[in-house]
C-alpha cells in the first residue's frame, strides 16, 4: 500500500514582520477576488460578460509575539498605519493583550492586480503613542497616561483589566479607472476601537480622556468574581 502523503504544516508571513523570530506567524490566508460585469438577453438568458474587473487579493494573518518591547518591533505598523508592508495595503491591524497568553497580532491588507497600492502614496496613521513600550509575554501593561483604563493597585484593589483588544482601521476607498480595473485608492478617518474587559467592579474604572465610551456591561454573580467590559474608540490624525 502507498504511504500516505505527508501534510504539509506552514503558516507564511505575508507582511513579513516576522524577523527575528518576535512575530510568529500562526496562520495565514489569501483569497482572490474577480468582479464580472455580466449582459442578459431580454428574455434573461446570457448573452455576454465583461471581466475580470479590479481582480484584488485579500490578505489575511495572525501571529503570536515573541520579544520583549512590542511597540519597537512593530515598527512601521505602529508609526504609519496605512502603509504598504511587503507589498499589500495594511487595511486592519488587531493587538491582543492578555492576562492569559502571549500578545496576538491579526492582519488583513489587500493588493490589486491593475494600478497596484504603492509605497510613498498612501495616507498612514499614528497610532503609536497608544502602545505599550518594552512590553512582551502575558499580562496586562501599563498603557500611558493618555491611555488610561485605570483602577486600584492589586492587592489593594479588588478591580484589574484582564484583557485588551486594540483595532486600527481607516476608511479605504478604491475607484475603478475608465477600463473598469481599479484605478486608484485613498484611506480616510483614522480609528482606534478599545475592548476591555475584566474582573471587579465597573464603577472602579477610568477612561481616559482621549477616549469617547462606546458602551460597558457588568454582570454580578453569587459564584464568583463580579465582570465588566467596555468599548471605546478615539481618532488618529493622519502621518
Known amino acids: 500500500m502507498a504511504a500516505e502523503p505527508a501534510p504539509g504544516f506552514t503558516s507564511a ?38 471581466g475580470p474587473l479590479d481582480v484584488t487579493t485579500n490578505y489575511t ?6 520579544g520583549s518591547d512590542i511597540k519597537t518591533d512593530l515598527g512601521a505598523l505602529a508609526t504609519a498605519y496605512g502603509t504598504i508592508t511587503n507589498a499589500i495595503h495594511i487595511d ?5 493583550l492578555s492576562n492569559t497568553s502571549q500578545p ?18 498612501e495616507i498612514t496613521y499614528n497610532w503609536a503613542a497608544v502602545l505599550p513600550t518594552s512590553h512582551g509575554g502575558v499580562g496586562i501593561p501599563a498603557l500611558g497616561t493618555n491611555y488610561t483604563f485605570t483602577a486600584a493597585a492589586i492587592p489593594t484593589g479588588v478591580t484589574c483589566v484582564t484583557d485588551i ?12 479607472g475608465s477600463d473598469g480595473n481599479h484605478f486608484a485608492g485613498t484611506s480616510t478617518n483614522g480609528l482606534l476601537t478599545a475592548s476591555v474587559s475584566g474582573i471587579g467592579l465597573y464603577s472602579e474604572i477610568t477612561v481616559g480622556s482621549e477616549w469617547t465610551e462606546d458602551d460597558n456591561d457588568t454582570s454580578d454573580s453569587n459564584t464568583a468574581f463580579d465582570t465588566w467590559s467596555l468599548t471605546a474608540h478615539r481618532y488618529i490624525l493622519r502621518t
Request: glycine residues 6%; aromatic residues 10%.
Open 165 to 176: 483588544t486594540l483595532t486600527m482601521t481607516s476608511t479605504h476607498t478604491d475607484v475603478p
Open 104 to 121: 496576538t497580532l491579526s492582519i488583513t491588507g489587500h493588493q490589486h492586480a491593475v494600478y497596484l497600492h504603492t509605497t510613498g502614496a
Open 61 to 66: 494573518n495572525e501571529f503570536l509575539y515573541c
Open 13 to 50: 508571513d505575508l507582511f513579513g514582520i516576522a524577523a527575528a523570530d518576535k512575530f510568529i506567524a500562526q496562520s495565514s490566508s489569501s483569497t482572490v477576488n474577480n468582479t464580472y460585469f455580466p449582459v442578459l438577453k431580454a428574455n434573461g438568458d446570457f448573452s455576454c460578460e465583461a
Open 92 to 96: 486592519n491591524l488587531t493587538l491582543v
